[in-house]
């Protein structure tokens, strides 16, 4: 078991760093799907079965998805690949990874070892995980609705036809009396 | 069942967090600084599980899930944003973000 968890954090270490510094975006998400992947077997692992079928479905499945049909919406050409290696010379790295190095230092330094481990390791049943979200939770199911309302209404917002300003200049200089 | 590897847990949390910080600041293209985030915010909600399934209770879960809609809603707000910056400015610098209202 403590095996097979490394093994999967090694790969979503590993898939996540390479998602991060790749100079095409497709492959940046496609390494994060395996990512999302390997986490869902540490989640697995860690007695939560109903979260790691969410985390394929949602994380892997539509979130990146979603990202995919910006990708295709971006008309992203063979110089968008060029364009990134030239933003992101090697050094651009060196204090983001200090940055995260002492961040990740700090960390470790903090986590004390754990005295009283019990026994743990027993999955969590989804009726457990249902019953706690629509008992004691429901406010926050609640919230998370009107956040999700508020989410939907600002994207069809943002996502409409703008009209640019030339075309509205054109009308006016085309026709004087305008309605 | 051995020991559950709470604590390796916490530490691999820790290393995905570091990586999509090290990416939020790095990055110039705004889609990959938002698919760090993805990252990040999957580290936090790393931190929940482990936590739930270190003192057996399903609230690490249902925090787990309120993250998952979280996640679900800034990262459609960003991509409008973004394809609304693509559309005004042609480009997706980070950069050139603050022109966004023209």
């Known amino acids: 078991m403590n095996l097979l968890f490394l093994f999967a954090a090694a790969v979503a270490v590993g898939t996540s760093i390479a998602a991060v510094t790749r100079n095409n975006v497709l492959h940046a998400i496609l390494f994060l799907i395996v990512s999302f992947a390997a986490i869902a077997v540490v989640f697995s692992l860690l007695g939560a079965p109903f979260i790691a079928a969410l985390e394929i479905i949602t994380y892997a499945g539509a979130i990146m998805v979603l990202f995919l049909f910006a990708v295709m919406l971006l008309n992203l050409g063979g110089s968008a690949i060029e364009r990134e290696r030239r933003w992101q010379p090697v050094t651009a790295w060196i204090a983001p990874a200090i940055a995260g190095a002492v961040l990740l230092a700090e960390f470790v330094l903090i986590l004390r070892p754990d005295r009283h481990p019990e026994a743990t390791g027993a999955a969590i049943a989804p009726i457990e995980v249902g019953r706690a979200i629509f008992i004691r939770y429901t406010v926050g199911v609640e919230l998370v609705a009107m956040l999700l309302l508020a989410a939907l209404l600002g994207a069809s917002r943002l996502g409409r036809r703008v009209r640019t300003t030339t075309i509205n200049h054109q009308g006016a200089g085309h026709d004087g009396t305008s309605l | ?85 693509d559309h005004c400015a042609r480009t997706l610098d980070a950069d050139a973000a603050d022109k966004l209202r023209d």
């Open chain 2, 1 to 85: 069942m051995t020991a559950l590897p709470f604590e390796q847990a916490l530490i691999l949390a820790a290393i995905l967090f570091a990586v999509g910080l090290a990416g939020v600041l790095a990055r110039r293209n705004l889609l990959l600084i938002l698919l760090s985030i993805e990252i990040m915010l999957n580290a936090a909600g790393l931190v929940f599980i482990a936590g739930g399934s270190r003192f057996h209770q399903p609230d690490g879960q249902v925090m787990f899930l309120f993250i998952l809609a979280v996640a679900a809603a800034e990262v459609t707000i960003g991509l409008a944003l973004l394809l609304r910056q």
